[in-house]
């Protein structure tokens, strides 16, 4: 499966890829502690390609891995619509409670940024993390 980065690590941007370019989704009061991208050629429940928060090294936004497995699994709502993010992890540190954290805070700045920027209130929660029996971390 081809992974697309569309969010590298460290960034404040949460980027969005179009037809020929990535243009800026919003901007976050957090870094993202990961990269963040999504699946080439799949679709999720929300209509946009399955997520992949990408454990490792900080990748550029554009750059792509090959991978046959995944990790885990994020499990995520969003705008009350399933929004699960697969995981992969390439090396380096990582805690799955420091991930928690960051997807619960996550959540709560969504929550506002909805009803701020739409004027609605909708459900964004974290639901926690599942891994895979051979996972590397």
């Given at each position: 499966m081809k992974i697309v980065i569309e969010t590298p690590k460290y960034s404040f941007s949460k980027y969005r890829k179009?037809?020929?370019r990535y243009e800026r989704a919003f901007f976050s009061p957090l870094p993202t502690i990961f990269n963040y991208g999504f699946i080439e050629g799949t679709k999720g429940p929300d209509?946009?390609?399955?997520?992949?928060?990408?454990?490792?090294?900080?990748?550029?936004?554009g750059s792509t891995l090959e991978i046959e497995n995944f990790d885990?699994?994020?499990?995520?709502?969003?705008d009350s619509?399933?929004?699960?993010?697969?995981?992969?992890?390439?090396?380096g540190f990582c805690s799955p409670a420091l991930l928690a954290f960051y997807f619960r805070?996550?959540?709560?700045?969504?929550?506002?940024?909805?009803?701020?920027?739409e004027g609605k209130i909708t459900k964004c929660r974290f639901e926690g993390i599942l891994l895979e029996e051979s996972n590397r971390f």
């Amino acid at each position: 499966m081809k992974i697309v980065i569309e969010t590298p690590k460290y960034s404040f941007s949460k980027y969005r890829k179009t037809e020929n370019r990535y243009e800026r989704a919003f901007f976050s009061p957090l870094p993202t502690i990961f990269n963040y991208g999504f699946i080439e050629g799949t679709k999720g429940p929300d209509g946009m390609e399955e997520d992949v928060v990408v454990l490792g090294p900080h990748l550029s936004r554009g750059s792509t891995l090959e991978i046959e497995n995944f990790d885990g699994i994020v499990k995520f709502l969003d705008d009350s619509i399933r929004d699960d993010k697969r995981l992969v992890y390439i090396s380096g540190f990582c805690s799955p409670a420091l991930l928690a954290f960051y997807f619960r805070l996550y959540a709560l700045f969504k929550t506002f940024l909805y009803a701020f920027r739409e004027g609605k209130i909708t459900k964004c929660r974290f639901e926690g993390i599942l891994l895979e029996e051979s996972n590397r971390f």
